[in-house]
């Protein structure tokens, strides 16, 4: 393929027209059916896993099917689950370079600017495609700091005591029916360690893909930081277009010792059949840091709730959720912070953007427990609406229990009024310009900190979802 | 070829009412033409009308700039062709930087298609040279546009973005309103300047004071939106010893 990259990327009209309708590539294993017993097993038969992820497996699949589908779930009547492939292993063997990945692959990679970006910006890179990891890539830096950064799947064989430690136990399957669903169905995904006092200076990034409609992932993120260690992770997913949907049921566990600093990027931007969960949570100990970014742009249907437990003393977390709902299309997302220790301290804010009759949710809690002294949290709602049509609700919870703790709030609503969009215009703007241009200012605070060619590519994404190609088509 | 108005009847959309009922004037390249009226006589209604405000409907007649009807066209069509609209009552628009607006208007022009991009840093000196000529704090270009902006700080940047801009029609609705005096002076200068890049400056307001500096060739008098009479420069040193009740 001639081109590929960042400059390319700068040219183009869509996302739409980047990807493309899915084509179809050689597929080594597609297991579908009723989700059952059966094929749990078969998974796990086909992953070669230790007995002990099968019996958990089979754990999750019972709860599955015991949950009731959650009140918050809003919008999914149309999935069938039957109708799902649940594993999709494409006939490609995990490489460690970009040449050796299939064709159809790399085309897909280049497109989206992956080999540049991993080449000047990151540690490492992992990449899902479909069920499996495809590429993984680890640079200098994580081997000269003993960071270990491999495959979840390889990590059980590997350490798998260690793994045991934390798999499972920062997100509980119990939490939600479709938590119980990731946890027996998961496959693909990256297990990250930062040694005690390690400072990893460039991102690694995981990257997620879904080549075909009708297709379900599940990959599964773990990252334990050892005290005093710092990194910021990147996640990125992207998918052509399809005829039907596809699901996503993705999984984040963070595990950070005393005195670490975590930053958790992701850049979501699924083509419109896609139907997103993310559960993603972390365990935050005395003087941690934890922040999200969560940038939900694609997308049919998006839940995803970042959640910091602040464990330890002093534990500290921002969130910071962005969600951009232009078309027919749902985001619920939010953030949660739990206060179980004194002196810790919270910040959540989101900014939410709906128009073209999207409909974006902010669900957030904030819980300060007993004895969680001296510990403070803020919540900030500003909701941009950019049409007549568009509809943002904000439902921010808050519990504290504890009388020496303070919660703030603050929310705001905006709209994109007719003159204001016509006194763009008549200074030469279009429509989709003039939008993304407030869009780009609404956000802008929220995106200082994210390394500089990761504010270009979201912003060009942004600028695409507004433009009379993009977005809604 | 000019900017020409021709028998434009013009109504509010869903309302129904006329508020622009068969109006003919015309701007050369060039040219100062001044328009006068009183309060609610239909002056800014034609000139958003000009620009293509959706909210205003024409019912008949035509626009034509340079010999090309542009009532079909959308507003940053309208613009793309030359036209450039000062308003009156600029609005306040909250997430774009004044600076930001005027690069992304510019570049809209030279064809970057980086909207943001300064591709070509003269367009900073640009900004920075005339942000100074009309007294313009350079704070105020990392400002959103209009926001917590004065009167006279809007009006400034309405010239500001039409100097930059170089439109072959500027339409400056009510430019001298609630400037001091040093500020008339000064808008008064910007517009001769573009007047001097062969401009037409159809210019709207109350007072004669911006006249004497800009020395109009045309004067047209708007009352119930008509025009009600046209006449030279002393047609405006008239209405401001008389007023308008002899039209009404
Ligand atoms: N969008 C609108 N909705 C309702 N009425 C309108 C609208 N725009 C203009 N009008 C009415 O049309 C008439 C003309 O208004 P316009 O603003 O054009 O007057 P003007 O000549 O610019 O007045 P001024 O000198 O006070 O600026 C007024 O009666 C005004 O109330
Ligand atoms: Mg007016």
Redesign the pocket.
């Known amino acids: 393929m001639a081109g590929g990259g960042l400059e390319e990327l700068a040219k183009i009209k869509s996302f739409d027209e980047l990807l493309g309708i899915a084509s179809t590539y050689p597929r080594e294993i597609v297991l579908r059916g009723r989700i059952e017993r059966g094929l749990i097993e078969e998974i796990s038969r086909v992953k070669k896993e230790p007995d002990w992820m099968r019996r958990l497996r089979l754990r999750a699949l019972e709860l599955f099917e015991k949950l009731p589908t959650p009140k918050w779930v809003i919008g999914l009547d149309e999935i069938d689950l039957e109708e799902i492939a649940y594993y999709v292993k494409p006939l490609a063997d995990r490489v460690e370079s970009w040449d050796d990945l299939p064709q159809w692959i790399k085309d897909y990679y280049k497109k989206l600017g992956l080999p540049e970006i991993e080449a000047r910006f990151l540690s490492g890179i992992n990449t899902v495609f479909d069920s499996e990891t495809v590429l993984h890539r680890v640079k200098e830096e994580l081997r000269s700091k003993g960071v270990v950064m491999i495959p979840l799947e390889e990590a059980l064989r590997k350490y798998p005591e260690f793994v045991k430690e934390y798999f499972g136990r920062v997100f509980p399957m119990s939490d939600h029916k479709f938590a119980a669903l990731h946890y027996a169905l998961w496959s693909g995904g990256v297990f990250v360690y930062v040694p005690p006092s390690v400072r990893v200076e460039q991102p690694i990034e995981a990257f997620f893909f879904v080549g075909s409609e009708l297709e379900g992932q599940f990959e599964h993120t773990l990252i334990v930081m050892g005290e005093g260690s710092s990194l910021h992770f990147i996640e990125g997913c992207s998918a052509p277009m399809f005829k039907k949907y596809s699901f996503h049921d993705g999984m984040v566990e963070l595990y950070v010792h005393r005195g670490a600093e975590l930053k958790f990027t992701t850049v979501q931007n699924w083509s419109r059949n896609i139907v997103n969960f993310n559960n993603k949570r972390a365990i935050i100990e005395e003087n941690g840091y934890v922040e999200w970014l969560e940038a939900s742009i694609g997308s049919k249907l998006t839940y995803t709730y970042p959640t910091s437990i602040l464990k330890g003393r002093g534990a500290r977390t921002r969130n910071i959720n962005v969600a951009i709902s232009n078309g027919p299309f749902i985001k619920d997302t939010g953030g949660k912070a739990i206060h179980l220790a004194p002196n810790t301290h919270s910040i959540l804010v989101s900014k939410s953007i709906s128009s073209n009759r999207g409909l974006t949710v902010y669900r957030g809690l904030v819980r300060i427990t007993r004895g969680a002294i001296g510990s403070t949290s803020h919540v900030q709602c500003d909701s941009l609406i950019l049409d007549n049509t568009g509809k943002a609700y904000t439902y921010p919870r808050n519990e504290v229990e504890e009388p020496e703790a303070e919660v703030t709030h603050e929310a705001t609503t905006g709209r994109l009024g007719e003159d204001q969009l016509f006194y763009l215009q008549s200074r030469g703007l279009s429509e989709g310009e003039a939008k993304s241009l407030i869009v780009l200012g609404f956000i802008r605070d929220v995106l200082q900190g994210l390394p500089l060619e990761y504010v270009s590519v979201l912003s060009k994404v942004i600028e695409l979802e507004f433009s009379e190609y993009g977005g809604v088509g | 070829m000019p900017l020409q108005v021709r028998d434009l009847v013009v109504r509010?959309r869903g309302?129904g009412?006329v508020?622009?009922d068969g109006v003919n004037l015309e701007v050369g390249k060039g040219e100062i033409v001044a328009l006068m009226?009183?309060?609610?006589?239909?002056?800014?209604?034609?000139?958003?009308t000009i620009m293509g405000h959706p909210?205003?409907e024409v019912v008949s007649g035509d626009i034509v700039v340079d010999g090309e009807s542009i009532v079909g066209l959308s507003p940053e069509e309208r613009s793309l062709k030359g036209l450039f609209l000062g308003f009156?009552n600029p609005v306040e628009v909250e997430g774009v930087k004044l600076s930001n607006l005027i690069i992304a208007s510019y570049n809209k022009r030279i064809g970057e298609r980086d909207l943001l991009k300064t591709s070509n840093p003269r367009i900073i000196v640009e900004i920075n040279k005339y942000a100074s000529i009309l007294g313009l704090r350079r704070e105020l270009l990392y400002r959103d546009v209009n926001v917590g902006f004065s009167g006279g700080e809007r009006k400034r940047s309405e010239m500001l973005q039409a100097l930059i801009l170089n439109p072959r029609y500027v339409i400056l609705?009510?430019p001298d309103s609630g400037l001091d005096v040093d500020g008339v002076k000064v808008i008064a200068n910007a517009i001769e300047t573009l007047r001097s890049r062969n401009t037409g400056v159809l210019l709207?307001t109350?007072y004669t004071r911006i006249l004497r500096y800009v020395k109009p060739s045309r004067v047209y008098v708007?009352v119930n939106?008509r025009i009600v009479e046209k006449g030279g420069y002393e047609l405006a040193e008239k209405i401001d010893r008389e007023g308008y009740s002899v039209y009404q």
């Open positions: 509010i309302l009412k508020v622009v009226g009183p309060n609610g006589s239909g002056k800014s209604s034609l000139a958003y909210r205003y009156q609705d009510e709207i109350h708007m939106g």
